[in-house]
């Protein structure tokens, strides 16, 4: 399949949504809320095939998913002896999940926390969880933004094979630009004034806009992490740049995305 740079930015963007509204779906919809993440991951074809080439799950679902539900908290969902394995199980059960409406309330989610209330178990089922999926998926996109390089019309033919996450075969249909990286750590500290003052100008965004300056800022505040994804990081910048508001929105966006392209 061919993507364009710009495909892919998008992709990333959505992506990014997508993963930051199940990890904080509210416990009352969360089985709506696994339905559309698994929705999103099936009808986006550079993800849904990488899944598939991760191969099947380790164990049978539906019983992983009963003996997990009938343990009343003694027991969680085993995570995978490869990496992809993890990802071909956690999607799986996820999958199962959705399609069979685990409501939040659900003793699925009890092995994950000790707090007797319903949303912590399910945040943290999320994040112990869901979120491992959601990682492997970033550093495959991730890898892909690199190697297209940074010219908007470079498109890549990913030919996907016998996956191991870290040696998807990628062909670039042109010559991407070379990429240069400083490894100074960025100072939180200013960042974390511009993101203050950044939140302080997004009053008069619509609902999905502030949902989406809140993930970006999400990304960009893990520039300091060991491995920060970097290529995420930069989408997360071009998507920031791309949102329309008022004047001061728009400097404090500008002031954020100049601080930590520095660092990128």
Do not use: W
């Not at 999320?126 to 940074?150: D, K």
């Amino acid at each position: 399949m061919e993507v364009s740079k710009i495909e892919l930015k998008i992709l990333i963007k959505e992506f990014l949504s997508a993963s930051n509204r199940v990890l904080r779906a509210g416990y009352e919809i969360y089985s709506t809320e696994l339905s559309k993440f698994i929705r999103f991951l099936d009808t986006h074809e550079l993800i849904s095939e990488y899944i598939k080439s991760c191969g099947e799950p380790e164990y049978d679902v539906v019983q992983e998913v009963d003996e997990v539900t009938h343990s009343y908290g003694r027991s969680i969902f085993s995570l995978g002896s490869t990496d992809e394995k993890e990802v071909a199980n956690i999607y799986a059960v996820v999958k199962y999940m959705a399609d069979n409406n685990v409501n939040g309330r659900s003793y699925v989610f009890y092995g994950y926390s000790t707090s007797k209330q319903f949303q912590e178990k399910v945040n943290a089922f999320g994040n112990e969880f869901i979120r491992v999926l959601i990682t492997h998926i970033e550093n495959y996109l991730t890898r892909i933004s690199i190697q297209m390089g940074l010219d908007d019309k470079t498109t890549v033919n990913v030919n996907i094979e016998n996956s191991t996450l870290t040696n998807t075969q990628v062909n670039v249909a042109s010559k991407g630009s070379a990429i240069t990286t400083n490894q100074a750590a960025c100072d939180m500290e200013q960042l974390q004034k511009l993101i203050s003052e950044l939140l302080n100008s997004i009053s008069d965004l619509n609902e999905e806009d502030r949902e989406t300056v809140n993930d970006c800022i999400e990304t960009i505040s893990t520039i300091n992490d060991e491995k920060p994804k970097k290529g995420i990081i930069k989408m997360a910048l071009s998507t920031l740049k791309g949102i329309a508001g008022t004047t001061e929105f728009i400097a404090a966006a500008t002031a954020i995305v100049q601080f930590v392209g520095q660092y990128l």
